[in-house]
């Protein structure tokens, strides 16, 4: 199983591909756990995204046959050192120690991806029941079907896998005793505590 991510998909400007990265199964936190804010960080930040689980072998997929290789979405609360993140930028170093470190990211469970679209696709998540980030799908700048699309050129996709996509450019930061939740079109499908 692999995780992963595309960045930066929301808003109006088109990279020439999207940017991909990958985080390990050690990221996931397992259900009903909390967020442990590590002590490598001082300025941890959230994102709400949407998920999507590939149910079959594919490589080099056309965009057209790309609905094919998924049917289940869920939601996702992903969080990232923002410091760290900052530092390897600058220092033009690799991303993972600041997004992809254990229990980084987590999961809510999966409903068929039909029900997210033909509602909307509006996805939000709370900070302290206040409503802090709130996107619709069709601001997406890729599709899930380019999304499938682009991944399979460099990875092969395999049963399991799960693709995450849909950040905002909006992180909201934590801090210990918080509470987030997400959900899809109006309906909570995930809590994380942060401790």
């Given at each position: ?64 046959f790309a609905q094919q290789y998924y049917n289940s979405a869920g ?6 050192a923002h410091d760290l993140l900052e530092d390897c930028k600058n ?105």
């Amino acid at each position: 199983m692999k995780l992963i991510y595309i960045d930066k998909n929301f808003g109006i400007s088109r990279e020439a591909e999207p940017v991909i990265f990958l985080k390990p199964k050690t990221s996931l936190i397992l259900s009903r756990f909390p967020f442990f804010y590590p002590d490598f960080s001082s300025d941890i930040r959230a994102h709400v995204e949407v998920v999507l689980k590939i149910v079959k072998l594919g490589k080099n997929i056309q965009v057209k046959f790309a609905q094919q290789y998924y049917n289940s979405a869920g939601i996702s609360i992903r969080f990232y050192a923002h410091d760290l993140l900052e530092d390897c930028k600058n220092n033009v170093l690799p991303w993972e120690k600041a997004v992809a470190f254990d229990g980084s990211t987590a999961i809510s469970g999966f409903s068929h991806v039909d029900t997210f679209i033909k509602e909307g696709g509006k996805y939000c998540l709370s900070l302290n029941h206040l409503k802090v980030q709130e996107f619709s799908l069709d601001k997406m700048i890729y599709s899930f079907d380019q999304i499938i699309s682009q991944v399979s050129k460099y990875f092969t996709l395999t049963t399991g896998d799960m693709l995450f996509t849909g950040i905002s450019e909006k992180a909201v930061p934590v801090k210990i005793n918080d509470v987030l939740e997400a959900g899809m079109n109006g309906m909570q499908m995930l809590s994380c505590k942060i401790k």
